[in-house]
């Protein structure tokens, strides 16, 4: 037992290692688009005025969600396209099956994430700089150039799990189109043929998932809700791809 357990660890490590190299490709695209995001950002997030004894005060927000919103769709994307065909015959270069290819792909993803969400986190400091010093502006009151330690932590597991929850969820899709081409189009039809009427009943789907998952004020409860979603999301697409590979 001990000895297989070995075998399929190895096997999984260097298939993980094979996709971080290979992958590269992947991260390239990370940078370029957060870097858009941050030129977005440079525009400021929002803007309010007012006049006080005469003088009229206009003030600009600033804000790097734009990053992490293009993270997270980064994410998404890029869960789907490692489950394509193209991605999914690199795999067979080594002695493997479907679900040491499942594992690895996790363990993909979950190293993506993380340096999505630490990039995307640092990307606030960058941001603050560059109005600092290149954006015609009056440096706003008691803004503060640094997090705490634990804000910080806090910050980056929390990122961490929304940007993994969009991978998971777009990993499951990926694996639905592989399962079956059809799901391509069922999909979307789907979606939209649920979303659409019962918004219209007063009930928005997107408006209730949005404040399930980003507006739970306890850290433990978002971080549990993520998790559970997480592991349900990856179980399913396991399962979808094995039985493809059955079915082959």
């Given amino acids: 037992m001990s000895l297989t357990a070995v075998t399929l660890g190895n096997?999984?490590?260097?298939l993980y290692i094979f996709k971080m190299k290979s992958y590269m490709g992947l991260f390239t695209s990370l940078v370029i688009l957060q870097l858009l995001a941050l030129l977005f950002s440079l525009s400021g997030v929002g803007s309010s005025g007012g006049s006080i004894n005469g003088n009229y005060v206009s003030v600009t927000y600033y804000s790097a969600d734009m990053v992490i919103a293009f993270t997270l769709l980064w994410s998404f994307i890029s869960a789907?396209?490692?489950?394509?065909?193209?991605?999914?015959?690199?795999?067979?270069?080594?002695?493997?099956n479907r679900f040491i290819s499942n594992l690895a792909?996790?363990?993909?993803?979950?190293?993506?994430?993380?340096?999505?969400?630490?990039?995307?986190?640092?990307?606030?400091?960058?941001?603050?700089?560059?109005?600092?010093?290149?954006?015609?502006?009056?440096?706003?009151?008691?803004?503060s150039m640094v997090y705490s330690p634990m804000e910080f932590i806090l910050g980056m597991v929390t990122t961490f799990?929304?940007?993994?929850?969009?991978?998971?969820?777009?990993?499951l899709i990926g694996s639905f189109v592989q399962f079956h081409k059809l799901f391509m189009f069922l999909i979307p039809v789907?979606?939209?043929g649920f979303i659409?009427?019962?918004?219209?009943?007063?009930f928005n789907i997107l408006i209730y998932a949005g404040e399930f998952y980003f507006q739970?004020?306890?850290?433990?409860?978002?971080?549990?809700?993520?998790?559970?979603?997480?592991?349900?999301?990856?179980?399913?697409?396991i399962l979808l791809l094995n039985q493809r590979e059955v079915r082959k």
């Fill in 105 to 143: 792909n996790i363990a993909f993803l979950i190293t993506a994430s993380l340096i999505g969400a630490i990039t995307a986190l640092l990307s606030s400091f960058l941001l603050k700089v560059v109005i600092y010093y290149f954006v015609q502006v009056e440096p706003a009151i008691n803004s």
């Fill in 190 to 192: 789907l979606l939209i």
């Fill in 11 to 14: 096997v999984v490590k260097k």
């Fill in 216 to 237: 739970e004020p306890s850290f433990f409860l978002t971080i549990m809700k993520v998790v559970g979603t997480v592991g349900i999301l990856f179980s399913a697409s």
């Fill in 80 to 96: 789907i396209m490692i489950t394509t065909k193209a991605y999914r015959e690199d795999d067979f270069i080594f002695v493997t």
């Fill in 196 to 202: 659409v009427p019962v918004s219209r009943n007063g």
């Fill in 161 to 171: 799990g929304y940007i993994f929850l969009f991978s998971a969820v777009g990993y």
